[in-house]
């Protein structure tokens, strides 16, 4: 089968518009392509950026709480002994009423502190460790015999209670003048994070 010259000339058109279709095609798709990339690419450095601004703030935030840790620390070693006499005497006064006691000439001592060693594995792990504050108190109570014995019974289940001594002056059957020593123990927990 022979062509003519038009017919050829025909087929060179239909062949360079087909290659020229295919050209725009491939180019089309390695453009899309490329874009998709560029997005991701642009999203994966503003996340970078993102992370690195965190980090460089989380060094200035622990700063920041190293220094509110250790004011914290100083203002409550100072705040703690009067804070402490106001607990006491709202604790051990409360506690007599509830018993049937009525107290006078309470006594408190300003509480002093001691470090308690971390309890757990070891500091690292958070484990839980702090201060404990310990006031002696001694007051003066009036109320019946079975007032004094709930009063007792009711510190002995009190674990920041300890009674060190007691005597009472009156008669059996009726009222008691009581004079209580005390110590009163207070934690301040802390953790290690």
Known sequence: ????TREKRLL????????LAGIVLVTQSFSERNAVRAQQLTELQSESARVRAACEGADELQTS?????TEAASLEAEFMPS???AYIDDKITALAADCGLTTYALVLEDAVNTSVPYFGSSAEDGALGGIVWVSQSSFTAAGRE???LAFLDAAQADPSLHVRSFTYTGTRGGT??????LD??????????
């Open 83 to 85: 804070a402490a006499n």
């Open 184 to 193: 009163v123990y207070m934690v301040t927990a802390q953790t290690t994070e």
């Open 1 to 4: 089968m022979k062509f003519t």
């Open 12 to 19: 060179y058109l239909l062949l360079l518009v087909v290659l």
């Open 176 to 181: 008691l003048q009581i004079q209580f020593s």
């Open 146 to 148: 079975s007032a004094l």
């Open 65 to 69: 709480l190293d220094e509110l840790q």
